[in-house]
Every structure is written in structure tokens, then in C-alpha cells.
């Protein structure tokens, strides 16, 4: 089943394993006329670059973008834009034991299961490196939607037990600090929980928050392709995220409707709701608040510790894993969680156009 | 846009009102040859029923489903199952209020500025009738996957403050408890709670959680049709819920590696894990474990307290909700949730047979 | 699989069997504010009922539609549009023969093997009432088009040898001749042909031809979404047809380029084709000339002498078909032609809207 | 609108133009454990590459496959085949002209309206190219239908107004002769025909007609989604095609029942059809006969005598056309209308697994 494409209107297709000659991307449905360069798009790719602090992966990758169709005189023609990423620094490592042994956490064991057999190489597909092809669609996603005045903050609230206090939320410091994270001092105290976590060989998970400003009201639709549904999978279908929220999240459970609800008010900007428990949908439909959703992140399963585990030929062993790996992948993904919410809500305002037959008949008027 | 159908393979589209003339849904692409009839689907329909305990609106309906077509001596033929429930107890209320006026934390506003108007009576699409639709076509799915060995617990696992006990877990009180709790102390506790709730005029939220056994391995698609990121989808799509987990979910990223990975042993079964902190599934494909998520569901939005709110005409106004409302939905969504996790592992399975070129030439071989 | 839903964003679903209790279908994604009664879809379905001539069918069946859902206040609301026609007039036949032998030019031997039984009973499924659901969906796409000047001519260009002169054409006598052909001395020859076939207990086929006109320049997308290519899956779609053409269709194949391209010129009008050789499509992109598109339709399989046949327990048997059956089913299926051009022209329609940036933002600007 | 992705199980997306960096596809949905290398899909490309007679444009292109991802010790893994051909041969024209001239019978003026400009170079992505994209998924298509016992036969039933006479039917020559006739006699009188058209500074059309044997009863589901309307939108959905036959196609219409009917009959084999009018599907599922189906295809618009047309600039103008241009594309195309009928078989197959609940249950029995 083709499992590897996301979206209705702007639709991708993403391809390439960790060790394979490269990872890529192919985006079908972008609309003409868009003005739209390699350097556009490497910026957020080299967000997620590893080696930039001590909690990634040395592994040296430039992750250098080339964009092999769809561009004409420096704008998009409406047809396939195919991208890709080289893959430069696959070492060539004695995988004799991985090859045969299921590393807990991972996806081995169900791949094996699933296909018969798998691309054993530093994960194969289901790797951390598939992650390239979302961020490279969803950059163009951006950009899009920055021309009509939407806006993303995207950072992690928390790495581990260390959450950031809003009273110091400071975003310039996102893309400053090695955690991601827009309050210093939390920073600092995940970093050093970070270190502690690599002194022990173990890992860490978090939550990143990814808001939107600016969203029409009424993206979305009704029952089944709901904005928040949508995003829900969105950003489960990012490896390691193991829950998603939107606005109060969780917590809604616990409040009464009373505490819940938001009243709408009239401001000079027409109506607005006065609180954003709902995190800016109602029934599913972007309502112009602020969109607020997080993603929750489990630990790098990736640890340097003996752990028990089976072979595929049914033999128990204890297996110790080696390599590159970040002790947390949680300020690597914000720019994944980022990339997601871009795409889906890229196709919620294209799919929104043909809601209103007023709109339509205006549209074709000649 | 299309957005009231649901699935791949197994595909439903859903359609109707609150206070239109029914309710309904057509399933195509259901396989032929499965005993049916109408008492299979009525009984998953009657766990939705409204009036059943004094924590659900009075609202008398029978519920009661017709199967229009696909089913042929008894069994499906593969061919569209058409059915549907007709409305007989729309109360000819006064709407002048609410046709103008938008209920806080409802679908009244986004409806209304996506559509240009909406169909106030009773929430029209937005309604939580339009569950009806999904619980019948779950039903069949349910009844399946069962034939397959796949059998579902699901429950209320709080509501508002008030947990259930894992050591007082007793599933048979799912289905006589007012609160699809499986803990009689729990539930009388959440019920006392509801009591003082509906005192005080206000609502309650709570959370629901679907346990699936007996699932192969191998039932999900890497990247973006991840099992989890499917079933995230599904239960984030039914009005209400405001949070979606798998396995320990929020608590995932408070652990280290070392706590949060699932050790590999070989049982007399096969390769079977010792714990299942994933929730059953890694990679985003089954690995056999059960598969544990939960639904967080927000309070009810009409209160029968003043709220402040706007109407369509720009003018702040105080709204005091009128009606049958119940002062929780969480016991009558837990079917709901149940049959929304069905469709989504249904069309997994189906999707998965594709999987292996091995599988195919067996299948098709003479 | 999902075989019984068309489109993308214009999607319906329909279902239902010739001796089940109804005919029906869901049109999900239909734009909101559209005035729509059940008069407006009678009209349509009137055009195919049966009975209307001693050529078609002397069924009795008022064919007469029911709207469930998806109008509020005699307009469209957005939400899904739920329809049906109940089945009044089958007969209780002794089904004996046909329930175990195989029809020739039937579905019976194919739905036989791939579900492993079938609803024998006037052809289930594949009967022509099948195609009700598609002319009820297809009359609000009719009817939404026709707001934006855009207009079909369909009728019967031959029945078996006799076509029509073009220099005779009378569109107003489609809805008047038995046959619907615009041409009142062909249609005189054909009913005798047709006379003719049925004193020898056979059947004729026939050729339908399709001529929209007011179609803005665009619709249709590059490669895989051609326009032309949709209209071919949807004819071909419509049991009984065996081939499609667009523009010149076969006879293309003998023209020399210098005979086939169509030469641009400016009129008042703004850029217009000289000739439309191309039947109105460039590249699967409608060129703002008329789309004339034919669908090729074989003899109705049921006739009324001995046929060698199988039955489902593989033995070689005569079989004669009894029952009611048109000796030609051209005449109504030209509305069938008529509904599924309109439902794929109206989809890529809402398609295209996205197709430029330029148009995307200035639709979204406040 | 995503135009360029194709299939619903084994999906492809195709990306490139004419005079870009490449062209290439990725696959994804191909089942996992199929043995393959570039050496399998380069014999499918060399079919349709340039410069192989007289007959077909000068330009040099090895049109050299790369697989870029998906394959794991030689075998498919599951995910994603991501290939590409380099582009080599642009020659560094002159566009003055063709940059503002829209070419008659080409996509450059529906192009430009649709997306606002166009990439012009030797067509952009209504290039011919674009069907490398086409021939190396569906290489991988007939591959693994090879394997379950399905072989296509392909081949030029007719150029202009010279058909092959199928009592000289040579399957041999299709690979050997320039024209891919399988007739020596006829091939030589069409490429006398074809030497004449150049001369005349002209272009001509033919028809390619294409033969699948080993096809299971079942294929196609009922309705929308029949096997013959998916084949039709296939070849409809080439560049050229302007019309589509199965079976008898347009000389359906002229039959009568009595002699457009098949016979069944029982033969060692089982339940067979004496004769095959119907073209290998009933009911659009496929009965078990050879598919037999036919495209036509409209003569190479470029042509090198004036022609009259317009600019973007609104100027009617005189064009002569210059470069590298097939005089007929068909024999060229042979091997495209191959590759999208398999692609659609397969699907077809694929999807046709889950047809019945029992083989279901088999496939899952442990």
C-alpha cells in the first residue's frame, strides 16, 4: 500500500532509507507562480540537520537540497517538483549483528514481520532521515502560506521532566539554543538532564508545540476530514510521537463546560473568541484563533545499554547497540512538526475553496 | 470537499441530520459473504441510544436500522451496504435564539462562516447523531474482525476527576454501569460527580480507551499511513475529543530509553514482548502486543448557564442553551470510539495483504 | 474495494440492487448555497424511466425521488446530500434458471467468481436501475454548471447502421423521439430498425454523443488527470459501453497532421480555435471549444432466443431469458452519458481552482 | 491538482519535462520481495527511446535508468522505488518563437492559460518524455505479472490507412520491424506511407492495439471502478489518444445481441467463452478471455509547413516549427500503452484480494 504519500490537492510522495543513495521527495498539486529557490528550502532542512550540538548525531551530513523539476525561470509551473538529498556519509559498518537482531523500540522486528525481510542499514524507511522529504514539501507548504499572512512558532515545551515557563518565553531563542526550547534557563536545565542521560547511556523524550497565527476561519471539514483530525495524524505519523493535543488537550477532560467554553465578543477585527481553550477549531473548523497543538515524543530508543532482545531465528540474545545516535530527537523534529502542520494545513485551505458555490461562480466569472 | 467518508478499502461515507429525516451510511467495499442482518448492527446502536440513564438527554429515539441494500440470503454480496436510521423524536422547538446566535464551544460560528449558513436545528451535521452513521458501519467492521480472532475493550476510563482503578478493573460492568466504567466503586464516584455537575448547571469531560487483542503483526504502512497516525486520525475526528494517545502516550516523554523500550522474548507463541510501553505498535505497524489508545474528551458544550456569546449579525448577546443535552457524553462515545478504532484496523488489515509479492502469487495461485 | 464512489472533491457514492428495496445515492462535497428540490432531480431521472416507449421496458416504476439530507431552507448546506428512489415494481419470477446459469453478455459468470455467489434477481448490482444514482448526483452537477454557462447537448447519434444527418439536426426533438435522436427521419428509420430486431426476438446497440459547451480554458490537470481521460473512465464506466472517443476519436488515426491541428485565431471573443478537430481538449486541458465526446454502446445482452450457456455447476445447458427488456438501451441511456460528463467536468472544475497561486491568494485576501 | 500520481494499491508518481534536469517516478506500493535491477527496466525504456529508425526524432538520449531507492539485495523492500533518467541531449535552442507562439494540436496555449506561463522548452511537461516516468513503473508492473502467469502482447495494428492483416500476424516482427507491426507486408506499406508524409513535410496517426492473456476471473470491481473504464482512462490518459476500444468497441454498436453475445461453454480448463466479442471483461470485471484493447492515436502535431496561429500577446501570426520531431509516434508509444495497461491490471489484482471474506479469513488463518 503506498504509504509513503500525504495529501489530497498538494500531495507528496517521499522516497530513500538512511543508507540507500539518497532521500527525496516529490510534490504533486503545488500550485503555479510561486517564486522558489534551493536556498528556500535548505534553510529549514538545515534545522534538522544533525551535528549542530552535542544532543544530535555526529554523523556529518550537509543534507544539500537539489530540485530536479517543476521550477521555470525561478518560479513553480504547477507540475511535479521533485527534490532530493544526496546520501554522503553512509559508514560502512559491520551490521552482523543488527542485520538478524531486533533492537527494542525500533520498527526491526515489524518491518521483518511485515515485508519478510528488511533494509537492516542505520533503520532503512524507517529512519530518522525519511523526515528530509517531509521538511523539503512542507519548506515550499511555508512559504505558501506565509504570503497570506500565516505564520508558525514551533519549539519544544519540554525535554524530559523539563518544561519552559511562558512568563520567559522568549522565541529568538529558539533557533539559538541547542534544545530548541524559547526560554534560556529551561534550556539550560534540559541540557544538563541531557548530559546526564548520555552519562548513563540512556535517552530522553519531550513535547514540542507548533502554533499558527493567521488561518482563515473555516478551514477543514465536517465528520471525518476535521483540521485537528488531520493534524492528529499528521503528527503521529512522525516516528517516536506517541500523543497529540490540541488546545487544552488532555487537561479538557478534566475541566467542567463552564471552564471549557470560549465566549465569542465583537473587536474592531470583527469576532473573536475571548479565551482559546479550543486551541482554534470548533467542530473541526479553523475558527481564527490561534492553532495549538502538541506533539508528545518518546525517548531515542537508541540507548547505549545491554538490553534483552530475539534474532529472527527465534534466538534470545542480549544485544548492545552502537553507532551515531542522539540522546534526544526532540530538537531535531520541531522543524518535522512544523513541516506536518504546514502540509495539512496548506491542504485544508485548498480543499476549502470549492465550500461555497457564491465563491465559486465569483471565481469563474469572466 | 468530501469530508464525511472514511477509509480506503473499506470505505464509508455518512450522511444526515439532527433534525433532517434520518441518519445514515453506505459502506462500500465490504466483502462478500458475511452473515448480516439487522440485529447485528442494532445492538452497537443501542449502546449509543440516548435515555438510558438519567446522564444522557431524554430525547426518545429507537435508533432503530434499516438495511437498504448489499445483503443478499443473509449475507453481504460485496456490494454497497446501504442503511439508516430515520429521526422520529425532532421536537418542534423554537429556534429564534440559536438560528442567530453562535453556542460557545460549538460548531454554530465555523459552520456558518464556512457554508454561509448552517442548519441550526439541533446542531444539523455537527450534531453527535451524526455518530450514528460510523457506530453501524463499525458494527459490521467489528463483527469481521472478530471472525479474525480481533476482539475490542473499550471504556470509560475517567471522567473529570475520577479514574478507574486498574486493580478493581471488572470488564462486565462496561456494559451495566451508567458510565461504561469498569470499576463499580469508580463509577459510582463519577456518578455523584455528574450529579453536582448537573446541579451546578455545568458539563464534564472525560477519557475513553479501546484495548484491541489479537491483531497480526505487520497491520499499518510506514511514513504517513502508520497505524497509530490512522487511528489518531479516527478518533480525533469524532466531535469532542481533544487528545489521542498510544501505549503510555503524554507519559512517553517523561521516560529514559531504558524505561520506555519493550524488551524482545520468545514465548511458546513466538517472538512476543515482555512489556508493551508502545501500545502495540512500533514503527507504526502492529507488533502483535494489544493495542492500547485513548480519547480525551471535553466537557459537554451546552450548559444551562448565561454565557456570552455574538450573533450573526455582529451583536454581543447573552445565551441561555435550552434543550435535552447530556451532561457528559463520554459513556455514550466509548461505542463510538470503539467503532471508529474498528474501521481504521479493518482497512488496515485488508490493505496489508498486498504487503508481500510471496503472499500474492500463493493467493492467486491455482 | 470501494467501486461504487466517484470523484474527488464532487464525490458521490451510490448503491443499491434492481430487486432490492431501493436505489439510492450520498453526494458528499457538494458546495453549499445551491436551491435544490426534488423536482429538480425528477426531471432527470424522467428521462430514463422505463415504460416511456414501446422500446424500453414495460416495467412500471415512478422512479420518483426522495431527498434525506444535505437541504436546509431549499438550499444546499455543504453537508452531504443523501437520495433515493425505492423499488415498486418487482416482480416475484421464478428465479430457478437464472439463479444457477450464467446469461451470456451478462455480469453473472464474473460477480459470480469474484464474490463467490450473486443477487440474481434482475441482474442485482449490475443492472441498468444501478445507474438512477448516477443521474440523481449528476442532475445537481447539471444544475450547478448550468449557473456558470455551461450547457450540454446529448442525444443518440445511431442506432445499429442508422445515423443521423447532421444537416437534419433538431435538438429540440431529443426529448420528443423514442429514440432521441435529434433528427426526426432517422429516428423513423431506426424505430423500424428496431421493430425489425425485436419481431427476431434480438437487440441493437448504438452510439451516444456528448457536446458541452461555455467551458472556461484550464480544466483538466497534465498526465494521469487529463479531462478527456476522466470523461473515458466515466463513460466506459456505464455498463454496456465499449468505446469512447473524443473530437475526431478514431478517425484520428487516419488523419495527417496538416488535416487534424486545429489553427488558433483571435476572434471578439479573445483566442479561438478555427476548427475543433481536438473536440475540445489540448493536452487533457479543455481549450474553450466544445467538448464532443461519443460513447459506443453494444446490443442489449438479454434476448429472446436459445442461447448455449453454463451453469454454476458446470454444465452446458440451453437458455432462454423471459422478463422485461429493452431491445436497446440507447435511448435512455443518453441522460446516463449526459451525468457522468457532468459529474467529471464539475470535479475538475473545483479542481483547477487551485491551480494558480495568484488566484489562490487573491481569493483568501480580506 | 495532483495530476501526475496514478494507481490506488501500487501508485506512482511521475515528475520531469522535456528539457529539465530529468525525468523520473516513484513508486509507491510495490509488494516487497520482487527481484529487480536497472537491467529489467531498461529493456521497457529502450522500446520508447529516440533515434532508433528513420521514424523517430534524431535527438540522442540513452535514456539510462537509475534506481535511486527501494531495493535491498536485489530485491524490492516495500517502500518506495524512487528512479530517474538524466536528461543529456537538451540542445541550447532559439525559443524566441515558441516562448509566445502556442503550436497548433499542442498543450502550450492550455497550458499557459491554466498555469499563467509555461515551461516552453521542447513542451515542458507535455513532452513525450514524460512517459519514461510511465514505461519504468509499469516495467515493474509487467514484471511481476510475468510471474503469475499474465503476458501482454502490444503492438501497431495500423498507421494511417495501413492496417496489418491478421492472417500475417508475426509477433516477432513487433520488435524487429521500425513500425512495430506484426505484419513484415504491412510494416513495409507504412513505412512507405510514413516516407511520403515527411516528404510532405506532414505527420500521421495509427492505432496500437494490446492483448493480456492469463488474466483471473474477477479482476475490476462492479460500477465506477470497472476494469475496462480504468483501461480506458490508462491509454486515454497518453498524449495523442483520442479514442478507446475493448472487445468489439465501435463496431459494437453496428452488432445484434444474437451476434455480440458469447457463448459460455466447458472446456478442460473449466468455464470458457466460445468466442470473445466481449474483449475479455463482463460487466466491467474480467471474464477470463485475452484483454483486447485498442487506443488511436491522433497524427505528431508538429509538422514543418506554415501553419496559422496566435501569440500570448494576442497576434495572429504564422508558425513554422523547428527541431527534432517523430513524423508518427506510435510505433514509440507501443510500449507506453503496455506499460499503463499493466499498471492498471496489477492494481486491479491487488485490489480484487479482498473481494471475499473467506479468502480473507484464509489469508490471516495462523
Known amino acids: 500500500m503506498a504509504g509513503s504519500t500525504y495529501g489530497t490537492i498538494f500531495r507528496?510522495?517521499?522516497?530513500?532509507?538512511?543508507?540507500?543513495?539518497?532521500?527525496?521527495?516529490?510534490?504533486?498539486?503545488?500550485?503555479?507562480?510561486?517564486?522558489?529557490?534551493?536556498?528556500?528550502?535548505?534553510?529549514?532542512?538545515?534545522?534538522?540537520?544533525?551535528?549542530?550540538?552535542?544532543?544530535?548525531?555526529?554523523?556529518?551530513?550537509?543534507?544539500?537540497?537539489?530540485?530536479?523539476?517543476?521550477?521555470?525561470?525561478?518560479?513553480?509551473?504547477?507540475?511535479?517538483?521533485?527534490?532530493?538529498?544526496?546520501?554522503?556519509?553512509?559508514?560502512?559498518?559491520?551490521?552482523?549483528?543488527?542485520?538478524?537482531?531486533?533492537?527494542?523500540?525500533?520498527?526491526?522486528?515489524?518491518?521483518?514481520?511485515?515485508?519478510?525481510?528488511?533494509?537492516?542499514?542505520?533503520?532503512?524507511?524507517?529512519?530518522?532521515?525519511?523526515?528530509?522529504?517531509?521538511?523539503?514539501?512542507?519548506?515550499?507548504?511555508?512559504?505558501?502560506?506565509?504570503?497570506?499572512?500565516?505564520?508558525?512558532?514551533?519549539?519544544?515545551?519540554?525535554?524530559?521532566?523539563?518544561t519552559i515557563d511562558e512568563n520567559n518565553f522568549d522565541a529568538s531563542a529558539i533557533l539559538t539554543t541547542p534544545t530548541c526550547m524559547p526560554d534560556l534557563d529551561a534550556s539550560k536545565a534540559a541540557e544538563n538532564y541531557l548530559k546526564e542521560c548520555m552519562t548513563n547511556h540512556d535517552s530522553a523524550g519531550g513535547v514540542i508545540e507548533c502554533q499558527v497565527e493567521g488561518l482563515p476561519v473555516g478551514l477543514g471539514d465536517p465528520v471525518f476530514e476535521k483540521l485537528d483530525a488531520n493534524l492528529a495524524k499528521a503528527l503521529v505519523s512522525i516516528g517516536a510521537v506517541k500523543a497529540f493535543e490540541i488546545g487544552e488537550g488532555t487537561r479538557a477532560s478534566l475541566l467542567k463546560g463552564s471552564e471549557n467554553n470560549d465566549a465569542f465578543t465583537i473587536t474592531e477585527d470583527g469576532i473573536s473568541k475571548k479565551t482559546n481553550h479550543s486551541g482554534g477549531t470548533l467542530g473541526g473548523i479553523s475558527d481564527g484563533a490561534p492553532l495549538i497543538m502538541r506533539a508528545h515524543i518518546k525517548p531515542t530508543p537508541s540507548i547505549f545499554t545491554s538490553q534483552e532482545t530475539v534474532t529472527n531465528s527465534g534466538e534470545e540474545i542480549t544485544i548492545n547497540i552502537k553507532g551515531r545516535h542522539d540522546p534526544v530527537i526532540v530538537p531535531r523534529a520541531v522543524v518535522v512538526v512544523e513541516a506536518m502542520a504546514a502540509l495539512t494545513i496548506l491542504d485544508a485551505l485548498l480543499l476549502n475553496m470549492t465550500a461555497k458555490l457564491d465563491s465559486i461562480l465569483n471565481f469563474y466569472k469572466k
Chains 1, 2, 3, 4 share one sequence.
Open 12 to 162: 507528496i510522495s517521499t522516497w530513500g532509507e538512511s543508507h540507500g543513495k539518497g532521500i527525496g521527495v516529490v510534490i504533486d498539486g503545488c500550485p503555479a507562480g510561486l517564486s522558489l529557490c534551493e536556498e528556500d528550502i535548505q534553510q529549514f532542512l538545515n534545522r534538522r540537520k544533525p551535528g549542530q550540538s552535542i544532543f544530535s548525531t555526529p554523523r556529518k551530513e550537509d543534507d544539500k537540497i537539489s530540485i530536479l523539476s517543476g521550477i521555470f525561470e525561478g518560479k513553480t509551473t504547477g507540475t511535479p517538483i521533485s527534490m532530493w538529498v544526496e546520501n554522503t556519509s553512509q559508514r560502512s559498518h559491520d551490521y552482523t549483528q543488527i542485520s538478524s537482531a531486533y533492537r527494542p523500540g525500533h520498527a526491526d522486528y515489524t518491518f521483518h514481520e511485515k515485508y519478510g525481510f528488511r533494509d537492516y542499514r542505520g533503520g532503512g524507511r524507517s529512519s530518522g532521515r525519511e523526515t528530509i522529504g517531509r521538511v523539503a514539501a512542507g519548506a515550499v507548504a511555508i512559504l505558501i502560506l506565509k504570503q497570506m499572512g500565516i505564520y508558525f512558532t514551533t519549539f519544544t515545551r519540554s525535554i524530559g521532566p523539563i
